[in-house]
């Protein structure tokens, strides 16, 4: 671009959540730098990898049974994870699960959050009687228990992944509106809001332009956590019986299988165990280094 | 954007020919509800507070006014509700001849960008998500003034104007000095070529040698720009420096005002004369003045006292009439355009010094007194 | 002998991944028994850093002095143990945030007797567990000598119905009411000195005369010395004996109010004389320092001030001398060791820099245009 000041100020640099995006150096640089974060993300590639690419990638059909039932895991053998007590392999199992189990969390919680902190960044913003309308609702649907919401919705339309995710992103709604609105409150008595209101923007784009990007670092935080605390949901449904099908693979489900054989086949339990634990400390690892790369205020000393 | 001078004003407290009214505010008041909820609300909890509660006040294009008064003294209030940040509770804003107190939203948008505010706080004025170059720009793209290179173009000549560098421009708020960042403040005002602007404690939170230099770039840039001000100040010598006419808040009203000068030289209320003993000197004759502080807090702006606001702290408080009715501007004798708002304006010297003022008990006393007459 | 004595004292911030902050660069601060001294900077001058350092308050700071005594006794060579008999005992702070230096949850005069018992004039324990007691169950109770002593120090600062006001908690008062009770916790341990960091600058005008002619009327009739942070030259005319004016980490002047006012002797103290707005005619423009102050990591070598100073010449970038002006006078110029002649500086003259250009110069870091002046 022409202009004559030294190339500085220009529209041509891109942005996300209002933050410049060679800011996405320092997201690299965090994540390279940082054991902790690449440990994350590494974790976060591998598991939706492998989830992504399940047909081609699985050794077996994941239903497909053997005679041999519950074979120990030994890399040596065709089963590195061992079979289950239908003889099925474990590994292919697990792939096919992870499809679900973090397909189901990240769409749910995604669901949950762009609900919630809206109505979480209304509340705030405007205050008084719509803050009271609209919390007072959440308050509502906080009160009202999950999975009693998710008994009802597969009493009504029968068991299936939409209603899982429904009932989930119903279940965190509240957190994120909670969340969003006590950010909003601190963040619409600063100044630069009611500047942005003196050069003449409208109430939805101060919201937008304004609030919301400063409120973005802490709701990464929680995202990350309820991702995290989706999956256990998730498998707490399949335990239950009441997630999806109960012959789809899932984490929770393979988990809940494997609880009554604990004695004579602990991998069946414990394999699954271990992955929700690896994912759901990667995604936190993982939301972190995103919260630090996006806070423009994050070098070194203090202004 | 020139201001010719239309001499066919008839403001009552000019003697000869001012230029025409740019802002005129008439009774204007501002009150904010104690509690906002809902159940507050159907529990018929009404109770507001005073903010602002019934203010006069007239800019004239090329001047700047000064608002002077203690914290809470509703001085910051009463800016935000001109400058239609706020909406008044009730009252007249006339801007231009053009009434603007229940405008709304589009309505508003011509107006803000004739009218802007300059904020204390720089940091907590400037988004920091943004750069300030981003910042400065915004306005020029919501009042489709200019865009792309143009509206750079116009940024990097404001922020030369105002001694900053273009290498600033990409920076974020943090990354500057105070002195910066009001200076951005500053671009962020002007860039729209405002005809008004309202300056909120614009120096209190600098350092006292950059408060010089802002002081002078904020009167070089009047002179440049033909710009009016508005600017609220705790700050006497602040306001003694740059101001034309001053404005004396207490508690929601104006108490007094005039010429800069008739309010340094010949102030008449107890309230003025109180803030000006309260300037801290350095005349450095190693003597220290004994600087007079002032008894008593600013009353609650849900409750005000009764009669003149001012009556329960006021070293000169002499009857029930005190307390008892409220005092009315009225002109002060030999100064154009010279008011306050006290029952006692013609007390000489002599009588004020040898007056010894009740105490608060016994005000008490005379109060509820006068209230049974 | 002074009761604080502070020589060549150096504090430095450890960065990591970066050069060290030096913060305090050499500074030397004494405060004689019965004396209010002034500590007057800008913002980043290091006054704040040197204050906390006499309490022993700075968490990751590298602090090193040639001596650092009070009452004679090295500061730096008590155990931890001892330093907190000190805190609160001998040595007050007063902070400029009444609102947040008060705990939001006990009434104020709870908080006043609590300093009074740490301090053992009282005979009332104040172990864990009757603490404990107080706080959470039964409060302190009104016949306490520890109590009452609280109301009596809420009296000597100034307060109408100590007793009332004792029970109140602090957001039920005014920032003048609790700037005073701040002042009434620092008086509670008997202490010879009280470090008073910026203590009115939260206030409005009207209350701040008060509360100076208070901190004035305790040095005066209690025996305490008062270290006085402040950037208001205002504050340390009215209420100060001596000062000592920092710049950037430094000391550039010290001496008594009197003279410090009547003949200031560094370009920096006439300079910060002269920006103070102090009305007379209006339009007029006021006298500016060019630019800002630097960076502690960008700072000029020799003295920190030369790159704004009108004055500056080429024995600038050389360490800062000591000259004595007067008894009790003393500032670190090179003008008055290197010149016959210190000369004025332009600004006193008022003529040399044309004040629209300093106006707008850059707070970048960039040289700022310096003239030297000729003796």
Redesign the interface.
């Known amino acids: 671009m022409g202009a004559d000041y030294g190339g500085y100020g220009s529209d041509d640099t891109t942005r996300l959540f209002g933050v410049r995006l060679d800011r996405f150096d320092r997201l690299r640089e965090t994540l390279t730098g940082d054991y902790k974060a690449t440990f994350g993300l590494t974790t976060v590639i591998l598991f939706v990898l492998a989830a992504i690419f399940a047909p081609e990638l699985a050794p077996f059909d994941p239903m497909a049974q053997e005679y041999a039932i519950m074979q120990a895991p030994s890399l040596s053998s065709a089963h590195p994870f061992g079979t289950d007590s239908f003889g099925r392999d474990l590994l292919s199992r697990m792939m096919y699960g992870a499809r679900i189990s973090l397909g189901v969390s990240l769409v749910a919680v995604t669901i949950g959050a762009v609900v919630g902190i809206g109505l979480g960044l209304v509340a705030g913003y405007f205050g008084g009687v719509v803050d009271d309308a609209l919390m007072r609702f959440v308050d509502v649907l906080w009160a009202f228990p999950w999975l009693l919401i998710a008994i009802m919705l597969v009493a009504v339309f029968g068991q299936g992944v939409w209603n899982v995710i429904a009932a989930i992103a119903f279940a965190y709604i509240d957190d994120f509106a909670r969340l969003a609105r006590g950010e909003v409150l601190s963040i619409r008595e600063e100044e630069f809001v009611l500047a942005a209101k003196n050069i003449g923007l409208s109430d939805t784009r101060i919201m937008i332009e304004e609030v919301l990007p400063n409120a973005v670092a802490p709701l990464i935080v929680q995202f990350t956590v309820l991702v995290a605390r989706a999956m256990l949901a998730e498998s707490t449904l399949s335990f239950l019986g009441i997630g999806v099908k109960p012959t789809t693979p899932t984490w929770g489900a393979l988990l809940g299988q494997g609880r009554s054989l604990i004695g004579q086949a602990w991998w069946i339990s414990i394999i699954p165990g271990i992955a929700i634990v690896v994912t759901v400390l990667g995604i936190n690892l993982f939301g972190d280094a995103l919260r630090d790369a996006f806070d423009v205020r994050g070098e070194e000393g203090s202004p | 954007m020139s201001s010719t001078t239309d001499n066919t004003t008839t403001d009552d407290d000019a003697t000869d020919a001012r230029p025409r009214e740019l802002l005129q505010a008439a009774n204007v008041k501002k009150h904010f509800p104690l509690n906002e909820g809902l159940i507050d609300r159907l529990l018929g909890d009404d109770r507001v507070v005073r903010a602002v509660d019934g203010v006069d006040l007239t800019v004239h294009a090329g001047e700047t006014v000064g608002i002077v008064g203690e914290s809470g003294s509703g001085k910051s209030t009463l800016g935000r509700t001109l400058s239609r940040l706020y909406e008044p509770t009730d009252g007249s804003v006339v801007f231009d001849g053009q009434h603007i107190e229940t405008h709304s939203g589009r309505e508003l948008r011509p107006i803000r960008r004739r009218i802007q505010y300059v904020f204390q706080d720089p940091m907590s004025a400037l988004n920091p998500r943004k750069t300030v170059g981003q910042s400065v720009a915004r306005p020029l793209e919501v009042h489709d003034i200019a865009s792309g290179d143009e509206k750079w173009k116009r940024v990097a000549d404001l922020f030369e104007e105002v001694g900053l560098g273009p290498s600033q421009l990409d920076a974020y708020p943090h990354e500057l000095s105070g002195g910066q960042r009001q200076r951005v403040g500053l671009c962020r005002a002007l860039v729209t070529e405002p005809d008004l602007v309202v300056f909120d404690e614009p120096v209190s939170a600098l350092d006292v040698t950059l408060q010089a230099q802002i002081l002078n770039l904020i009167n070089r840039l009047q002179r440049e720009f033909d710009l009016s001000y508005l600017l609220i100040s705790h700050n006497l010598n602040v306001v003694r420096q740059v101001c034309d006419r001053i404005a004396v808040m207490y508690a929601g009203e104006i108490v007094e005002r005039g010429a800069t000068a008739d309010i340094f030289e010949n102030p008449q209320h107890p309230y003025t004369r109180s803030l000006l003993d309260a300037i801290p000197q350095i005349d450095g004759d190693g003597t220290r003045a004994d600087r007079k502080g002032l008894d008593g807090e600013p009353p609650s702006a849900t409750n005000p006292p009764s009669g003149c606001r001012f009556h329960p702290r006021c070293p000169e408080f002499i009857d029930g009439s005190c307390p008892g009715q409220k005092p009315s501007l009225q002109d002060v004798e030999g100064d154009a355009g010279h008011e306050a708002a006290c029952h006692w304006l013609d007390r000489s010297e002599a009588e004020r010094a040898a007056h010894t003022p009740p105490s608060t008990t016994e005000r008490e006393v005379i109060r509820s007194e006068s209230a049974d007459d | 002998m002074s009761l604080l004595d502070v020589e060549n004292l150096r504090v430095t911030f450890p960065?990591?991944?970066?050069p060290d902050v030096r913060a305090v660069d050499g500074v030397d601060i004494a405060v004689e028994p019965g004396e209010i001294h002034g500590l007057v900077g800008?913002?980043g001058s290091g006054k704040s850093v040197t204050a906390r350092s006499v309490m022993r308050l700075l968490d990751g700071a590298v602090v090193e002095a040639d001596r650092f005594d009070y009452r004679g006794e090295d500061l730096y060579a008590k155990s931890e143990a001892e330093m907190r008999t000190i805190r609160g005992d001998d040595i007050g702070m007063v902070f400029q945030d009444s609102m947040s230096a008060l705990n939001p949850v006990m009434t104020v005069g709870e908080q006043i007797a609590e300093v009074v018992r740490h301090h053992g004039d009282v005979d009332e324990s104040a172990g864990l567990l009757s603490e404990l007691r107080r706080k959470y169950v039964t409060g302190t109770s009104e016949t306490a000598p520890s109590w009452r002593r609280a109301v009596e120090l809420l009296e000597t600062v100034g307060i109408a119905d100590p007793a009332d006001v004792a029970t109140t908690y602090p957001h039920q008062l005014?920032?003048?009411?609790r700037q005073r009770v701040m002042i009434a916790q620092a008086l509670g341990g008997d202490p010879s000195l009280i470090i008073a960091d910026e203590p009115t600058t939260a206030l409005?005008?009207?209350?701040?005369?008060?509360i100076?002619?208070e901190l004035?009327r305790l040095c005066d009739e209690m025996d305490v010395s008062i270290l006085l942070i402040t950037?208001?030259?205002?504050?340390v005319?009215?209420?100060c004996d001596s000062v000592t004016v920092m710049y950037s980490g430094s000391v550039m002047e010290r001496a008594s109010?009197?003279q410090l006012?009547?003949h200031p002797a560094h370009p920096y103290t006439k300079?910060?004389?002269r920006?103070?707005?102090?009305?007379g005619a209006?339009?007029?423009?006021?006298?500016?320092?060019?630019g800002?102050?630097p960076e502690p990591t960008e700072r000029p070598d020799g003295c920190p001030f030369r790159d704004r100073c009108p004055a500056a010449f080429e024995a600038c970038a050389d360490p800062l001398p000591e000259h004595v002006v007067d008894a009790g006078h003393a500032t670190r110029c090179h003008l008055y060791t290197e010149r016959d002649d210190p000369g004025e500086v332009a600004w006193d003259a008022d003529a040399d820099i044309d004040?629209?250009v300093?106006?707008?110069?850059?707070?970048?870091g960039?040289p700022s245009p310096t003239e030297v002046t000729d003796g």
């Open positions: 960065v990591d991944g970066g800008e913002s005014s920032g003048g009411q409005d005008v009207t209350v701040e005369a008060g100076l002619d004035r950037h208001d030259l205002g504050v005319a009215e209420t109010t009197e006012f009547q300079g910060l004389l920006s103070v707005p102090e009305g209006t339009d007029g423009e006021l006298t500016t320092i060019p800002s102050a004040a629209g300093t106006a707008v110069t850059d707070d970048s960039e």
